[in-house]
């Protein structure tokens, strides 16, 4: 798990230096000497390896400041707690991200600061349009199998898969906004700004879901505890919802780990189409910057959230098959 | 009655016998059968045919800018789009009847555009997939047959590149590989793979870029499959035959496991698809004013409210190719194995 973030930080570091251009190699022509000046001020003129050490340090080790601490543009900390008992004004502080070089008077923690509670509210609106939408119709597909259900379930899935954001969100866009006029097309900042987007990420999710519980369910069916259950006389409620449904998502939360980061961090279509100021914009838009702290803290954010995820998937696990021990 | 019938599909299948269909045949049938499958291979029929004779097929030069008609749309692109309000009705949209699609805010004409997008997004289609394959196919054969330490190593590598965003990674490769037009001396490799992209509308780098970041799922799955045939009897003869690895890997395993590999990866092809478009999408993909669907629905998303005509013609013939590659993909696999239908 270690070995995975360390390594993508590592390439990740590597990758984006081997990228010809720099942050500040505009069109506009600044003069070679105001360049040099400003790789000196950010350390780029310093060797690779020692920038890299560098950068890792400050996101990683903690620092406990005194009351002459400020916020300024090269430390900025996400997680700050405060320590009164240490003396006034001394709190500890973790995870610097650096200043960022594109939007000189940010820092990378700042930009964060700002998208990601917009980008994880979406990513959760869309996680939940994608699970409450798929399980039941893969439920239903997988209950009535080979019936007109089963076959109108499944076409539905492949229609949703055929459909990724970048055509279902013009087409919502156009269809409640401008057409019924029920919905704003752009913004952010009401519930109601939020539900175009988050189905026009959430639709492709559910198809994929529904088309997983279904073939998961489909093969949770045949077992024999299902039998078993049936004999006892169990309703069939209680057969399909605790003893087959719980057995039969096991599959779908393995990918939902993966699918909720990348939708926790943002997905730069949807926020493009409807001028979301979320982290998804930054992170593409830092790439073609050359933004190097900008892509090295949304890049781990990710990774972070990917690895997170991922566990809590494993601890899920547990939880839905007490046959699958913790090691 | 039933049984009579059931009878005499059994002798006729026993008077079959001396030519029994091989593996490929019955799939072959049973997708012909399938008639969403291949409605979807005759919607890509369709567009392929469009691919191939755009320059005769497309009404207008996808380049050629009309800037009096620009933003135009037919009377039936109204009658489509309700609020689209003609001039004529007291609204804004100019009627121009040159243009079936209407014309993009340059004056472009949108039909041409949307048929000459279809070679782009039908090569991501093919290229895609070979590129991955290629990869993909060659690191699960070695590391599934070689084993120890050369497996774990590639498939540590494996895990590496899954759990790197695949899109900072494509981004990262576009920019690595567009901007260095001029840095290679003429006559080299470099010059003359930029060139290469340059002459294909950009497109090369896409395949590069596409195949790169896709080839995880097909290493691993050749791996497992690799791992299920590799003590089979026939490589056993082969190897006591003296048979060279490399031998052994590409005519005895490679032709035992390609069918599952084929299903998969027709299974992703939608996904390359989308992979392009949301490239040209954010800017990194062919170059302007080589016409992709992904540019198109970019451009006109933003004019959506005035002139929906712009974004939504090249977003339902995205639709529709993914469409058909999807109930393609999905009546091929049902086809080689009938017990998985509707299953990952």
Same mark, same amino acid.
């Given at each position: 798990m270690f070995f995975v973030l360390f390594a993508i930080s590592v390439v990740t570091f590597v990758l984006m230096r081997l990228v010809p251009g720099g942050p500040f190699n505009t069109e506009r022509g600044v003069p070679p000497a105001i360049v040099e000046a400003l790789n000196k001020r950010y350390k780029l003129d310093a060797p690779l390896v020692e920038q890299y050490i560098d950068y890792m340090q400050g996101l990683l080790v903690p620092r406990l400041t005194d009351r002459t601490y400020r916020r300024s543009v090269v430390e900025d900390y996400i997680i700050n707690i405060p320590m009164d008992f240490l003396g006034e004004g001394v709190a500890l502080r973790w995870i610097n991200f650096g200043p960022s070089l594109a939007k000189r008077n940010q820092t990378v923690t700042g930009i964060i600061r700002d998208g990601l509670p917009t980008s994880m509210q979406l990513g959760i609106a869309a996680l939940l349009v994608g699970v409450v939408i798929g399980v039941p119709i893969g439920t239903i597909a997988a209950l009535r199998q080979n019936t007109g259900w089963d076959y109108l379930s499944m076409s539905v899935a492949i229609l949703g898969?055929?459909?990724?954001?970048?055509?279902?969100?013009?087409?919502?866009?156009?269809? =409640?906004?401008?057409?019924?006029?029920?919905?704003?097309?752009?913004?952010?900042?009401?519930?109601n700004h939020l539900i175009l987007p988050a189905f026009a990420l959430g639709f492709t999710e559910s198809a994929l879901i529904a088309r997983l519980t279904r073939a998961s369910l489909l093969q949770v069916l045949r077992e024999d505890y299902i039998r078993t259950a049936r004999a006892k006389g169990l309703s069939e409620r209680v057969v399909i919802g605790v003893h087959a449904l719980k057995n039969a998502i096991i599959p779908v939360v393995t990918v939902l780990g993966p699918l909720a980061a990348?939708?926790?961090?943002?997905?730069?279509?949807?926020?493009?189409?409807?001028?979301?100021?979320?982290?998804?914009?930054? =992170?593409?838009?830092?790439?073609?910057?050359?933004?190097?702290?900008?892509?090295?803290?949304?890049?781990?954010?990710?990774?972070? =959230?990917?690895?997170?995820?991922?566990l809590i998937v494993d601890l899920t696990y547990a939880l839905f098959d007490p046959r699958i021990r913790l090691h | 009655m039933a049984t009579k019938s059931s009878h005499k599909i059994a002798y006729l299948e026993a008077a079959d016998l001396p030519k029994p269909q091989s593996l490929w045949q019955s799939a072959f049938k049973r997708l012909i059968r399938n008639r969403l499958a291949v409605m979807g291979i005759f919607v890509i029929l369709f567009f392929a045919l469009l691919a191939i004779f755009a320059e005769q097929i497309?009404?207008?030069?996808?380049?050629?800018?009309?800037? /009096?008609?620009?933003?135009?749309?037919?009377?039936?692109?109204?009658?489509?789009?309700?609020?689209?309000?003609?001039?004529?009705?007291?609204?804004?949209?100019? @009627?121009?009847?040159?243009?079936?699609?209407? /014309?993009?805010?340059?004056?472009?004409? @949108?039909?041409?555009?949307?048929?000459?997008?279809?070679?782009?997004?039908?090569?991501? /289609?093919?290229?895609?997939?070979?590129? /991955?394959?290629?990869?993909?196919?060659?690191?699960?054969?070695?590391?599934g047959y070689l084993g120890g330490w050369v497996d774990n190593i590639i498939m540590r590598l494996t895990d590496v590149f899954y759990a790197f965003p695949t899109l900072l990674f494509i981004i990262l490769l576009m920019a690595f590989f567009r901007p260095t037009t001029g840095r290679f001396e003429p006559g080299s490799i470099g010059d003359f793979f930029n060139r290469l992209d340059g002459s294909t509308g950009g497109m090369l780098f896409i395949f590069v870029g596409i195949g790169i970041t896709s080839w995880m799922q097909m290493a691993r799955l050749t791996r497992g499959q690799v791992l299920s045939v590799r003590e089979m009897e026939y490589v056993l003869a082969a190897r006591s035959l003296g048979a060279s690895p490399t031998k052994i890997m590409l005519r005895h395993i490679l032709p035992n496991i390609l069918g599952p590999i084929i299903v998969a990866e027709t299974l992703t092809i939608p996904r390359y698809i989308s992979y392009e478009a949301f490239l040209s999408f954010i800017g990194l993909g062919v170059n302007p004013p080589t016409p992709s669907w992904g540019a198109m629905i970019s451009e006109g998303a933003v004019a959506i409210r005035d002139y929906p005509n712009q974004a939504l013609f090249p977003a339902l013939a995205l639709f529709l190719t993914m469409f058909a590659f999807n109930f393609v993909g999905d009546g091929l696999r049902d086809a080689l194995d009938p017990r998985m239908r509707g299953a990952e």
């Open positions: 898969v055929s459909i990724p954001s970048i055509i279902l969100g013009p087409l919502l866009q156009y269809i =409640f906004g401008v057409t019924l006029k029920v919905l704003p097309t752009t913004g952010w900042g009401t519930i990348a939708l926790l961090t943002g997905t730069f279509v949807v926020e493009t189409l409807f001028g979301i100021p979320g982290l998804g914009r930054s =992170f593409v838009l830092s790439i073609g910057n050359r933004d190097y702290t900008l892509i090295m803290g949304t890049v781990l954010l990710y990774a972070m =959230f990917l690895v997170v995820a991922n | 497309a009404p207008r030069d996808f380049r050629t800018q009309v800037l /009096a008609a620009s933003n135009s749309a037919p009377l039936w692109v109204t009658k489509l789009f309700p609020t689209m309000i003609p001039i004529s009705e007291g609204g804004y949209v100019k @009627i121009n009847e040159d243009f079936f699609f209407g /014309a993009d805010n340059l004056g472009r004409d @949108i039909m041409t555009r949307v048929i000459y997008g279809t070679r782009v997004s039908l090569l991501v /289609a093919i290229v895609g997939p070979i590129v /991955a394959l290629l990869i993909g196919v060659t690191l699960g054969l070695i590391s």
